[in-house]
């Protein structure tokens, strides 16, 4: 229960703040910290909403996103790319969406992580409250370094994000974006939903390229996933429908990315 | 923590703790609209509040939160004078609010999106109510809300006809008209029993069982009662012995009494151990944590094959008694009793053997079923299944009791007032009188608010407290503790000559009633009643089968028995016409019903009382399925661009009743107050269908007056007479007709009246717009006659009174017809077109008829895709979220979606009317498996038809 609510006016403080007490969190969206299944206990809550992350700006080159900005914000953006938004529009509320935001959802670390696989994807580099910058996947939700921001390089890469449920209010069970460069080598294929944490598939190269030229994909890239650890158990779907799902999910991001999609 | 915020243009600072959630903070503000159905979930979008004007879920924000921003709730949607802003009006016009829990949810989203887009297009229509949950409308009114509200914006005046209209010889009746209670549910007013509970009250709690089969070894209270704030821990030791039946049916009830307040046995993961009575919730929780319980596990089972193997563990070894007819072998099957079992007592026979895990039996036929099989150039036989899927009422179960002056007065959600005082009353030890129940609004029901759940708890709590108690569910003990369909096993055997003739059919029907028999052989009973008389065949036979088992308690659900067993019964014929070669509209044609026949088959299908065959006197079956083929282009084939996707069509015929004949029974009574306009007290419960509407609208069409001179109270036991509740869909037909026959026999008395004061014969009187009694040398208005009636010379209040009873039944019907698309590569399948084709005889409230209808098929759509109540090993049930779950939201209805009212007109129902609401749930299953079938030639036999069954039985993986 949140006994306190602070709203520190500059980065640095926020952090002094999160390292003096065990129970404080950082409080963005608060649609995590406030959910019926947030196992955390929170009685300080740092709130993030005087840092002025809400902004979205870009270069030629990159865009960086605010921590703050909410997914609602990263769909109406003309900045972001494609791929991202559709990630964004995975969280099927729009009231929630206009809650939630990209920090948050990065930090909070959902079995069935909405962003984190398509922000990998795009090889997304995190900026924190240490004036550090690190890759997405080496981010850890447990640590609560504060992310500021996160930076795309846009140009570089192809990209697709898709999802599978069972309703379109349902949790995701699977979630997969794949990307390449424009040249259609270094494919990343990055997974959440099958495992606690967000699986990146392993020396894909010569996968890729075959199902790229494959009538039949599927059955090569199911032999890829085989790689993977033990799917976790899911209560409405066997582990073989998931494994064979994410394989069909991943040859449809390929078509798309060799579709040019970003 | 003092906090400044601006809420609804006016900057307020208030004292709050920063962890408060806000949802619960603007409720005690005052702001009731604000509600909470989802416990922290953000799903149903029931505390939808504009936040910086963006619409966000109050549930998932805390007090802290809003220091220095800006909150709107419904109330700053309110014009001058309260009148309804244009998106308000345009949900209730739409016929959108119903039920109307979410309503002002609705109507904050509705304003937000056209302020943003002022001409949205359907996905941002789609998206903007992506995050509001509407179980009772099935969301395709909301596309006409849109509609009518942005034209209203620009023009004030504007207003369409939403729904077809019928019968034109009559002014009120068959036409669109708002929703009586639809202002007040749009604009947040306190109508629900959250809003009745005074501060102050105590909150009840409950502690719930941990094991599906257990004895309570040994339960000790003793830190509990020692908490400050503790007021009443109730347990099986301290409450009445008294046994009854949770459902509220018709009185002797065909389900046994196999329920206590509480028990020494446990017959689910969440059944009651005990109960603490506090003064607040956190101190009721802290309570419940303290009482010390031991158990005595015992073996659990969970399906039909478990129940019914011969070593399976007993359920419920109780001593059974019998109110009549008891069998021979009681006294040697109450010799196995274990006294921990407690009682079971039985009201008459019902094909009961607890001892074997039986609850109920029955069986019957008409003809000579092996002669018809053997009469059969073809025959099939198939096995159909369906899981345990729930009502999920937005508002979950709830009541509120208090004291006063004596009597004891209870707030509830219902369906069943009546019965509710009645149980209550038995299970107290007291007399009726002593007992008020008040309907308050009903935030969906669905047939879970026709059990009694808490009630009788909460009033027992009260009566020995002396003080007001408050008991809630939350959405997790709507999933365990409220009710859910019977799952069932369903063998369907068919047989028909070459021509497709029908020569044989019969059903055999294993049913789960789960923990208790509420409801056990009524629903499985009705699914064969409500199926098998679809079809014209000589010879027909049925059995049915009902056991006990520790999965989640189940009951009655909206379509009863009908959807499950007609799932079994349409695809069964669709096989067969593939058997045949046959087009299976054709051979449904060729053996439907129609106006006119006997259904021989009723004789043995009495749902309580004694059978009789009955005659269809209005049957719409023929138009439907005309129109409904050519809407959907039946036996053309449609193909798709996308090489994956296969596209097919399928169909189901659909009836249901039209309440229970000689079994229901209504009450009404229309007054002439002295103004000349009228008050109706009906006993009917209107659970958000339009009930209320409908009493206005038969009053005023019956004395030719506007509607609102006609005031309508409804549901309490107190100011109105007796109704035996809205359920098995007898509101309008027999509720309604009660309402039709007192204003009937109050335009009587005002005739008499008339005569006597322009001194001409009664038969030359008629009555006129607007409340006239025209004779041949004057007339005179309704205000006169009353006035002169409640005079010192007067002859007295002019009161109608009547009664409706009916030996006739009047039967709905229905076609329905689905295509969809299956993705052979995920197994994804998409309804692209739905068309229900619906005949209730005259439609009363065209536009809530057809709202109940989309919310009837996309219930019928989510069992059939996505819902799914699944428990582990233990019986644990793991869906106990509505997204877990799998409900249905708006993205998920079918793109082309209509309901198409077929006219037909009843001699027995009130201006012709039969049923609409419940038969809309009878459609989608078949219909989809069907269709299913035509786009890829498989057939899945077991709901919910998911992705994975879909590939596995395509061999795709
Ligand atoms: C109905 C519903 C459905 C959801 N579905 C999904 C889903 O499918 N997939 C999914 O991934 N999530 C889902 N969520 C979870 C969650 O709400 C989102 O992940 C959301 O994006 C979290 O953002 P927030 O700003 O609300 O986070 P908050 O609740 O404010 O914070 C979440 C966590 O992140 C930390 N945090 C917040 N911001 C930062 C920051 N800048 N730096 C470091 N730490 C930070 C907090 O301390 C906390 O531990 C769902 C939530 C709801 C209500
Ligand atoms: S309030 Fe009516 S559907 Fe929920």
Redesign the interface.
Known sequence: ?????I?PEGVQEAMELIAEDRQAAF?AG??CI????CPQEVSR?I?L?ALGLDHITCTDTTVSIGATVTL?QLIDSPLIPRSLQQAAAGL?????R??ATIGGNIAAGWKHALLTPVLAALEAQLLTGNGESIPILAYEGSSKLLITSVVLKTDQRYCSSSI?R??????PKVQVAVSCRTDMTDPLVIISGLHATVRSLKEFGPVFTAARSSSEP?PLILDALGTLDPIDED????R??LR??SA?LIAEGIRSCAGGAR | ?NITFTLNGVSRSVDT???E?LQKFLQRLGFSSVRNSD?????T?SD?IL?DH????A????T??I?GHTIDTIESLAGAGNSLSAVQSALIDAGVVQSGYNAPAAAL?LTDLLNRIPDPSREEIQ??F??LYNRATGYQQFFTAVEIAKSRIIDPQHSRKVSEEFRPDLRIIGKNHRKIDGQRLVQGERAFVEDMVTQGSLVLKLLHSPHAHAYIREIDTTRAEQLPGVVLVLTYKNVPDVYYTPAGQGFPEPSPYDRRMFARKLYHIGDRVAGVVAVDEQTALKALSCIDVTYDELTPIFTIDEAEAPDAPIIHKAHISYAVGAPDTLDADNAEADPRDGRIEIQFPIGADPHRNKAASVSGSIGDIEQGFAQANTVIERTYTTTQVQCTPCETHVVFTRMEGGRLIIHASTQVPWHVRRITARVLGISENKIRVIKERVGGGYGSKQEILLEEVCAYATWITGKPVYFHFTREEEYTCSVSRFPMKIRVKLGAKKDGTFTAMYMDLKANTGPFGNHCLTVPMNGCSKSLPLFLCDNIAFDVNVFYSNCMPTGAYQGYGAPKANYALQMAVAELAEQLQMDPLALVEKNRVDEGVTLEILRCLGEGREGSPEVITSCGLAEAVRQGAQMIEWGKTETSKNPLLRIGKGMAIVQQGSGLPGLDHSNAEVKLESDGSVIVHSGGADIGTGFDTLCAKTAAEVLMMDTDLVAVVTGDTDSTPFDSGAFASSGTYFSGGAVFNAAVALRQKIITAAAQLLGEAEDEITITYPQTAAGKTGSVTFAQIAHQSQSGEGSGHLIGTASFTCEKAAFPYGAHFAQVSVNT??GEIRVEKYYALQDCGTPLNPELAEGQIYGGVLKAIGHT??E?L?LDEQGKC??T????Y???????IPDDFRVKLIETCDPHGPFGSKSVSEISMNGAAPAIANAVHDATGIWIRDWPI???KV?KALG??
Request: charged share 20%; aromatic share 12%.
């Open positions: 229960m949140i006994q306190e609510f709203r409080f608060g649609t406030n959910h019926a299944r809550a709130s909403e609602q099927y509320s729009r009231n929630v206009n809650m599978y069972r309703s379109s209010g349902s949790a599927v209560i409405h779907c066997s073989d429908f064979y799902t069909r | 923590m703790a920063p962890g959630s416990d922290r979930y953000g799903f979008g939808t936040f963006r619409p966000v879920n549930g998932l924000m805390v802290g939160q220091s989203l998206d903007a992506s995050g590569e995920s895709l996505f799914e699944i793991l869906t979220d509505l997204e877990t799998g409900i249905p939201m708006i993205n998920d998911t992705p994975e590939l795709t993986y």
